[in-house]
């Protein structure tokens, strides 16, 4: 069963910085895509930033770029986000999600965790 | 970066009734890279519909998904109380991704 478990989030102070990790297991990591999604409340979904399965970055969303960094470490079966300058905007909740075995699909979706830029 | 617009923004239907949601985008996207998400209240999203029309696993088939070029749709043919819930369309051809604003489907 593919399971995977955010942690990192909490609350920073503006131009602060964060790293979410993303702990992946029930599949072979290393086949797959990764990504990072956030749901700011009250608000949609956005794609923030996304790592292929031949350790490629995907890319990252306009608002995000230059700032955030995404990582993976297959030798952990861990994806890492690293948040810097945050703003007040960035505040979500931070989802990791993956697709099938060399697949771009959001198919699988982690329970998120809370990040406050305040 | 590719604009996706959802319509209605609401939509107010009784069990039974067919919803249909819209999705345009500001470019012409591949089928293959158009799905759609259901959102429910402290939960995690839900993929639906991905490739424009392929069910998920576990999807029901009261959910059916079509389009191309820039238009896209969602229809649930049958809605249930369980389908309360905002859908979000979204694209994945080209870096950046991103979804639509979403709609929200309240039963009545």
């Known amino acids: 069963e593919v399971q995977l478990v955010e942690s990192g989030g909490g609350l920073v102070h503006p131009g602060g910085s964060l790293r979410l990790s993303c702990a992946a297991s029930?599949?072979?990591?290393?086949?797959?895509?990764m990504h990072w999604v956030r749901q700011v409340p009250g608000r949609g979904l956005e794609w923030v930033s996304g790592f292929s399965w031949n350790s490629g970055t995907i890319g990252y969303a306009d608002s995000v770029k230059g700032r955030f960094t995404i990582s993976r470490d297959n030798a952990k079966n861990s994806l890492y986000l690293q948040m810097n300058s945050l703003r007040p905007e960035d505040t979500a909740l931070y989802y990791c999600?993956?697709?099938?075995?060399?697949?771009?699909?959001?198919?699988?979706w982690g329970p998120g965790t809370l990040v406050t830029v305040s | 970066e590719v604009v996706l617009t959802q319509s209605p923004g609401t939509l107010s239907l009784s069990p039974g009734e067919r919803a249909t949601l819209s999705c345009r985008a500001s470019e012409t996207l591949s089928t293959h890279f158009v799905a759609w998400h259901q959102l429910k209240p402290g939960q995690a999203p839900r993929l639906l519909i991905y490739g424009t029309s392929r069910r998920a696993t576990g999807i029901p088939d009261r959910f059916s998904g079509s389009g191309s070029g820039t238009d896209f749709t969602l229809t649930i043919s049958r809605l249930e109380p369980e389908d309360c819930a905002v859908y979000y369309c979204q694209h994945y051809s080209s870096s950046p991704w991103t979804f639509g604003q979403g709609t929200k489907v309240e039963i009545k």
């Open positions: 029930g599949f072979n990591f290393v086949r797959h895509a």
């Open positions: 999600a993956t697709g099938d075995e060399f697949e771009l699909e959001l198919r699988f």
